[in-house]
């Protein structure tokens, strides 16, 4: 018999609009949206005060399984990211073993469904020799590519050009890349240790991995996408000048060449290194206040399409390493979205606009079937939230299994209250459901 759940009296935001009606699900899908919906049979969830957005797609996290479970695993960062109204995830390829061959894509696949409590699909690595592994994947079987032009954890480094090139011109999928000149953060690490040793300060990180290093790989990454005319995505912009790279005069479905912001970058800046420390020790770095406005400008105008999170989990104690052995990265899917809204009560940004760039373009951007709106016929991933209800974040109520969040002690004014996943209550009023009804993602690409 069909599992029926009533929303009722929610103010939607959804596709650019904010209006109140009631949603009705039958088992995994979205069937009704309308302003006076009665069903005997239903379960009903009385939302009156609350926002419903649809669930948010983070098309970059780092889950740290297989091989780094210490960290974090799939089971437990995707319950963090249903607490967080993350509903669904796109995860990286720098684990052990990396995610280069398409036995190991499908290794990770069932991994995912036995234990995760979101959506899930992961990205391909590409590196210097595994061209034909990626002439033979399916254009529909996962998220798309992910290239590291520029070292980052887990040392995937893609720098033979020739190979590159031949990526690009051999794949129809969205290829994501992290960019930072690998020459240029060499040397100017080379120049602090010289100075400091191993225990650099870490304000001088934005100044090892560079503005100059972010925008010299970028910008020829982008140049060669024009090339060969490269489905290209740039991962977490850091900053300002990078934006420039980027266009806002077509929709989002004609660009060939896109680009995301993750919450550090928006949110911190290098003021912030003398009270966060290797906390907030990301690659690319989190830079100065100017860039941040400027990456904010940039997304509010459309040259940047996507807010994502780039969820990193480290344990403390790798944290509290000196400089050059502390590892970049932190976790931050359980308190992504409610720091955008945290910027919305400050009125940086509309909630419609929050929506589009956490929900909307992400779906977009990958052509995920049937998610990242709320539609008749839809996935029911759908997050409540009370726009009213503060809150601390701290160690009782964080959820990574890291147990520290660069938030910690950051009181935030909304609080996500339910979390459906395909139709299931994951997350309610601070309690996980045991059961599990997350789906592999598909995608709509011909």
């Given at each position: 018999?069909?599992?029926?759940?009533?929303?009722?009296?929610?103010?939607?935001?959804?596709?650019?609009r904010?209006?109140?009606?009631?949603?009705?699900?039958?088992?995994?899908?979205?069937?009704?949206?309308?302003?006076?919906?009665?069903?005997?049979?239903?379960?009903?969830?009385?939302?009156?005060?609350?926002?419903?957005?649809?669930?948010?797609?983070?098309?970059?996290?780092?889950?740290?399984?297989?091989?780094?479970?210490?960290?974090?695993?799939?089971?437990?960062?995707?319950?963090?990211?249903?607490?967080?109204?993350?509903?669904?995830?796109?995860?990286?390829?720098?684990?052990?073993?990396?995610?280069?061959?398409?036995?190991?894509?499908?290794?990770?696949?069932?991994?995912?469904?036995?234990?995760?409590f979101?959506?899930?699909?992961?990205?391909?690595?590409?590196t210097?020799?595994?061209?034909?592994?990626?002439?033979?994947?399916?254009?529909?079987?996962c998220?798309?590519?992910?290239?590291?032009?520029?070292?980052?954890?887990?040392?995937?480094?893609?720098?033979?050009?020739?190979?590159?090139?031949?990526?690009?011109?051999?794949?129809?999928?969205?290829?994501?890349?992290?960019?930072?000149?690998?020459?240029?953060?060499?040397?100017?690490?080379?120049?602090?240790?010289?100075?400091?040793?191993?225990?650099?300060?870490?304000?001088?990180?934005?100044?090892?991995?560079?503005?100059?290093?972010?925008?010299?790989?970028?910008?020829?990454?982008?140049?060669?996408?024009?090339?060969?005319?490269?489905?290209?995505?740039?991962?977490?912009?850091?900053?300002?000048?990078?934006?420039?790279?980027?266009?806002?005069?077509?929709p989002?479905?004609?660009?060939?060449?896109?680009?995301?912001?993750?919450?550090?970058?928006?949110?911190?800046?290098?003021?912030?290194?003398?009270?966060?420390?290797?906390?907030?020790?990301?690659?690319?770095?989190?830079?100065?206040?100017?860039?941040?406005?400027?990456l904010?400008?940039?997304?509010?105008?459309?040259?940047?399409?996507?807010?994502?999170?780039?969820?990193?989990?480290?344990?403390?104690?790798?944290?509290?390493?000196?400089?050059?052995?502390?590892?970049?990265?932190?976790?931050?899917?359980?308190?992504?979205?409610?720091?955008?809204?945290?910027?919305?009560?400050?009125?940086?940004?509309?909630?419609?606009?929050?929506?589009?760039?956490?929900?909307?373009?992400?779906?977009?951007?990958?052509?995920?079937?049937?998610?990242?709106?709320?539609?008749?016929?839809?996935?029911?991933?759908?997050?409540?939230?009370?726009?009213n209800?503060?809150?601390?974040?701290?160690?009782?109520?964080?959820?990574?299994?890291?147990?520290?969040?660069?938030?910690?002690e950051?009181?935030?004014?909304?609080k996500?209250?339910?979390?459906?996943?395909?139709?299931?209550?994951?997350?309610?009023?601070?309690?996980?459901?045991?059961?599990?009804?997350?789906?592999?993602?598909?995608?709509?690409?011909?």
């Amino acid at each position: 018999m069909a599992t029926r759940v009533l929303i009722k009296n929610a103010k939607i935001v959804n596709e650019n609009r904010i209006y109140e009606s009631d949603v009705l699900i039958e088992d995994e899908l979205i069937v009704k949206i309308d302003g006076s919906i009665s069903d005997p049979t239903a379960k009903v969830i009385d939302a009156s005060g609350r926002i419903l957005l649809p669930g948010v797609i983070d098309d970059q996290v780092h889950f740290r399984e297989p091989g780094l479970t210490h960290k974090g695993n799939i089971a437990s960062e995707s319950r963090a990211a249903v607490a967080g109204g993350i509903t669904t995830f796109m995860e990286q390829p720098n684990t052990i073993p990396q995610t280069t061959t398409i036995e190991k894509l499908e290794e990770k696949f069932a991994l995912a469904a036995e234990t995760s409590f979101a959506n899930y699909s992961f990205l391909f690595g590409g590196t210097n020799d595994n061209l034909e592994e990626i002439k033979k994947l399916d254009r529909n079987a996962c998220s798309g590519i992910k290239l590291f032009l520029g070292s980052s954890t887990g040392n995937m480094l893609v720098d033979d050009e020739e190979v590159i090139e031949k990526i690009f011109r051999n794949t129809e999928m969205v290829i994501s890349a992290h960019c930072e000149d690998e020459s240029t953060i060499k040397q100017n690490l080379a120049l602090y240790k010289e100075k400091y040793g191993d225990d650099i300060p870490v304000k001088y990180h934005p100044l090892i991995r560079s503005a100059e290093a972010c925008y010299l790989s970028s910008s020829k990454a982008i140049a060669l996408a024009k090339k060969t005319g490269a489905r290209f995505h740039v991962f977490h912009l850091s900053t300002g000048i990078e934006t420039d790279l980027f266009r806002n005069d077509i929709p989002l479905e004609e660009k060939k060449i896109t680009a995301e912001v993750c919450i550090h970058h928006l949110w911190f800046s290098d003021a912030d290194y003398d009270t966060k420390g290797t906390l907030i020790k990301w690659n690319p770095a989190v830079k100065t206040a100017e860039d941040r406005s400027k990456l904010w400008d940039a997304l509010l105008d459309d040259r940047i399409d996507v807010i994502a999170t780039d969820h990193a989990p480290h344990t403390l104690e790798e944290k509290s390493n000196v400089y050059t052995q502390a590892p970049s990265g932190g976790p931050l899917v359980q308190h992504a979205l409610p720091a955008m809204l945290q910027k919305y009560h400050e009125g940086v940004i509309s909630l419609e606009k929050l929506v589009e760039k956490m929900c909307h373009n992400p779906a977009k951007l990958f052509e995920i079937e049937k998610r990242g709106f709320i539609r008749e016929g839809y996935f029911a991933d759908l997050v409540l939230v009370d726009l009213n209800d503060s809150w601390q974040v701290s160690k009782n109520n964080i959820a990574y299994k890291c147990g520290w969040s660069p938030f910690d002690e950051t009181i935030f004014k909304s609080k996500v209250t339910h979390t459906f996943v395909n139709g299931h209550l994951a997350y309610e009023e601070g309690k996980f459901s045991g059961e599990r009804n997350a789906k592999r993602l598909t995608f709509n690409r011909p």
